[in-house]
């Protein structure tokens, strides 16, 4: 395997202590499942003490100067820091069922392999080589517009994000948003409650729903809500890689 792609010591370990059963039925249910204490205060600070660490990333983005909001990311470059690429190659063959029987759901062809690193290979010979593990850093005022992460032809169709902050010690506001657009139906907001060291998996772009005739399509987005007072850091884990 890829050695920027192995999965760290004990992130498998940590993976097995969850069900996965009741995560999968959450994701089929909502779009989105939380991982509570997923990392250790420790950790969380140590990632998010890395963002001022300019040889680690690709690149910063001031996300008012795009469009995207207030506040500030970075994706980090080649080769991930161990807990991230450990986290990154160990929940993926969690979630690949999951997307695979999403993709038979909706009437999506593509099927994922069951080991990141062949999923990976397959983003890379599409041009997708650059990685898109990020950190997000927030101040007072601070917020992330409705998005989705797309970037390029190969998409996961889930993503992970970790707060690595504590609301009420650290900031407050700054809530974890997603919203789902149902076919002509008005959009629907889910809050989740996030504490320091907590994941959320949620669905990238769009998810399967059950409907009385057959499944539909529902598309959805996520953001966070204003950060009221403080500072916020996220570790922000994309299974595809960008162009
Ligand atoms: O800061 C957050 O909680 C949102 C992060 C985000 O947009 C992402 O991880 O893709
Ligand atoms: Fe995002």
């Known amino acids: 395997m890829n050695a920027q792609l192995r999965p760290g010591p004990d992130t498998g370990a940590r993976l097995q202590a969850y069900d996965w059963v009741r995560i999968g039925d959450e994701l089929d249910a909502h779009g989105c499942a939380m991982l509570e204490a997923l990392l250790s205060p420790p950790e969380c600070a140590k990632l998010a003490s890395m963002y001022a660490d300019d040889g680690r990333f690709r690149n910063r983005v001031l996300m008012a100067r795009h469009g995207f909001g207030r506040g500030e990311y970075r994706y980090f470059d080649y080769p991930l820091p161990e807990l991230v690429a450990g986290l990154r190659g160990a929940v993926y063959p969690r979630l690949a069922p999951i997307a695979n029987r999403w993709n038979t759901s909706m009437g999506l062809a593509v099927r994922y392999p069951a080991a990141h690193a062949e999923f990976i290979e397959r983003c890379h010979a599409a041009g997708q080589r650059r ?25 996961f169709p889930l993503q992970l994000a970790i707060l690595l902050s504590e609301p009420g010690r650290d900031f407050s506001g700054g809530e974890f948003v997603l919203t789902e657009q149902r076919p ?12 320091q060291g907590d994941a959320v998996l949620f669905a990238v772009h769009q998810r399967p729903v059950q409907g009385t005739r057959g499944s539909y399509r529902v598309n959805m987005r996520h953001g966070v809500s204003r950060v009221r007072n403080g500072h916020r850091h996220t570790l922000g884990i994309i299974f595809h890689d960008a162009t």
């Not at 997000?136 to 998409?155: A, F, I, K, P, R």
């Not at 959009?187 to 989740?192: H, I, K, L, N, W």
């Open 131 to 155: 990685p898109t593990p990020l950190l997000l850093q927030y101040g007072t005022g601070d917020y992330n517009c409705l998005h989705q992460d797309l970037y390029g032809e190969h998409v």
């Open 184 to 195: 002509r139906m008005q959009s629907r907001a889910d809050v989740v409650p996030l504490r």
